[in-house]
């Protein structure tokens, strides 16, 4: 009943769908604050959608029990962030087949060009080289655009390195629509600038991501929390010693103060005043405390998850069920507009 009660409420809110890759046994802290914890907070506000994306995964090679286990993992980290199986529908995305089925009518709608222009494709294939590159790589965003266009979501909750394909979605739902009739809802991006991209603490020029060249710079959630509270301490900064918010001149820094922002809820201009006169070690030492504080009781709720897979399992499954009965009449919609016989079997 409560289910019911939540679902009818949540049908007068704004869709919102968003997923993650279980590429690796941690989701880093970018992936928090730039998606998670927002998707933490729309489930009060919005209809929403939550999907760890097993099927993008595997467009570079995995290990197979490794590739299980990460997904395990992955929806465990959400729940243990606060998603909470009543008020959103959180689900695997090889459970619900139509993101699959209708992702190839996405690529039979995109242009070969306009698929080679996608700047994450073209920095991946860049680094794998052509031979190691897969096709799947290559339509990776048009199994985006159906995952979003599937529940007819009007926001996406990602990071800044997600605009392309976001913009891609709005084209190809735009562009279906005008071939074939009204079908897709066209999807914003949601993107916060404060967190829309957190910085590698050791390379605060390129963004805080699994494939960096070193881990220290990068704040996985479920490593030790002193592992972590180190990481902050030896942060790179620069020569100055004023702690002040200055994105071109002080990118170390500036990445601390954002984040220290993030996570404690004070301003950048407050932090400023709060951290005049200290020295860069005052900022780190006050940044790894927030962060273990918060990350210690989240350590644990994911434990819980993990410690009982078999109730994982259970969410999992039927929030795949839910999943389905909005992705299933959306595929059905898109077919029949297409031209596909109906099938009566
Ligand atoms: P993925 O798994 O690489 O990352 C998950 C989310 O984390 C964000 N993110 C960051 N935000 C700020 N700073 C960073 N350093 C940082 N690193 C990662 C990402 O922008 C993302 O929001 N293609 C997607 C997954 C996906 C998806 C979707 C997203 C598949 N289908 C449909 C939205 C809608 C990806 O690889 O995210």
Not at 79 to 96: K, M, N, W, Y
Not at 235 to 255: L, M
Not at 317 to 332: F, I, S
């Amino acid at each position: 009943m409560t289910t019911d009660r939540a679902s009818a409420a949540a049908n007068d809110r704004p869709r919102v769908f968003s997923g993650i890759q279980p590429t690796s046994g941690s989701f880093h802290l970018g992936n928090y604050l730039g998606a998670v914890r927002q998707w933490v907070d729309m489930q009060d506000t919005h209809d929403t959608f939550y999907c760890v994306v097993d099927q993008h995964a595997i467009t570079v090679e995995q290990d197979p029990a490794q590739l299980r286990e990460n997904t395990r993992v992955s929806a465990a980290q959400l729940l243990g962030a606060g998603l909470d199986p009543e008020r959103c529908t959180l689900f695997v995305q090889s459970h619900a087949p139509e993101h699959a089925q209708l992702a190839w009518v996405m690529n039979c709608i995109t242009g070969f060009g306009e698929a080679a222009r996608m700047t994450q494709f073209k920095d991946k294939s860049a680094k794998q080289g052509n031979d190691h590159t897969s096709v799947g790589l290559f339509t990776y965003p048009d199994l985006m655009v159906a995952d979003i266009l599937l529940y007819q979501a009007d926001e996406v909750p990602v990071g800044e390195d997600q605009r392309q394909h976001l913009e891609l979605s709005r084209t190809l739902a735009e562009r279906f629509n005008h071939r074939y009739g009204q079908t897709f809802t066209v999807p914003t991006a949601f993107i916060p600038k404060a967190t829309a991209k957190i910085y590698d603490l050791q390379d605060p020029g390129v963004k805080m991501s699994k494939s960096a060249s070193s881990p220290k710079g990068i704040v996985n959630l479920l490593d030790d929390a002193k592992t972590s509270a180190k990481k902050f301490k030896s942060a790179v900064t620069d020569t100055e010693t004023v702690i002040r918010y200055d994105e071109e001149g002080k990118p170390g820094v500036s990445n601390l103060l954002r984040i220290h922002s993030a996570m404690s809820g004070q301003t950048v201009e407050q932090l400023e005043a709060h951290f005049e006169g200290k020295m860069y070690g005052a900022l780190k030492t006050e940044l790894a405390e927030l962060f273990v504080e918060w990350v210690t009781p989240f350590q644990r709720r994911t434990n819980e998850f993990l410690d009982d897979p078999a109730a994982l399992d259970k969410v999992l499954a039927q929030g795949a069920e839910k999943a389905r009965a909005v992705a299933g009449p959306t595929l059905a919609a898109a077919y029949e507009r297409i031209g596909f016989l109906a099938s009566r079997h």
